[in-house]
């Protein structure tokens, strides 16, 4: 089974921290991808790795940074924290298009 | 308007029944994800399907691509169905990038 682990399921941090959530997987998957989760508007995508040090913008990509030094790990950064970015974050992983694995999620509260 | 919309947005059943959820897109797809997503937990994948109708126990998952629509069935519902049920739709444009879009989700609750 596909292993996609984020490091924090709970995360609490405040207005101009920069903070990291890292996640791992374990399947050697090429695409990677950051989705920030909110009640009525879905999984929107921040950004995509497609492999190893590319990286490219998805909807929302604002206020983010993401690294992929290596194949099996994709950073999100928020460099400047804010309350605005106070919501559950996913990570996925898939070889091809589809499917995507999903991790456990990280909720992040920004106070 | 969405790309992908869904129906209903919520839906509460009583135990045994038969449930339906549908999924409505746009656009031209190569395939669709239906996602399960328990409260507090991760995403989980439930099927990829690009045509025709697949069946994983209780539930079932049917695509019409000529009508752009699809549709998530359990049958013999129980409580621990209880979840949020996304699907999302890959684009067959774009080239090598994957921008799946997502619907909102349905969120079901099956009562005892």
């Known amino acids: 089974d596909v292993k996609v682990t984020q490091s924090s399921r709970y995360l609490v941090k405040r207005t101009g921290e920069k903070v990291f959530l890292e996640c791992v997987q374990d399947?050697?998957?090429?695409?990677m991808f950051w989705y920030r989760q909110d009640p009525g508007l879905g999984l929107r995508l921040i950004y995509f790795?497609?492999?190893?040090?590319?990286?490219e913008k998805g909807d929302i990509p604002e206020g983010y940074s993401v690294s992929r030094e290596k194949k099996e790990r994709f950073s999100l950064i928020l460099e400047s924290a804010s309350t605005n970015q106070t919501s559950m974050y996913l990570c996925?992983?898939?070889?091809?298009?589809?499917?995507?694995?999903f991790g456990n999620g990280t909720r992040l509260t920004v106070t | 308007k969405n790309e992908v919309e869904q129906s209903p947005q919520n839906l509460t059943a009583q135990e045994g029944e038969f449930i339906t959820i549908n999924c409505s897109y746009s656009?031209?797809?190569?395939?669709l994800h239906w996602l399960q997503q328990h409260p507090g937990g991760g995403i989980v994948s439930l099927f990829m399907l690009s045509s025709g109708k697949k069946k994983h126990g209780r539930l079932i998952a049917t695509i019409n691509i000529q009508e752009k629509h699809s549709s998530l069935h359990i049958t013999a519902s129980h409580p621990r169905d209880s979840a949020v049920y996304i699907c999302a739709a890959a684009p067959n444009y774009g080239g090598a990038t994957n921008k799946l879009i997502f619907g909102t989700g349905t969120l079901l609750a099956v009562q005892p």
């Open positions: 996925a992983s898939s070889l091809e298009i589809l499917p995507l694995h």
């Open positions: 790795s497609y492999d190893v040090k590319m990286k």
């Open positions: 399947m050697d998957h090429e695409n």
């Open positions: 656009v031209g797809i190569s395939a």
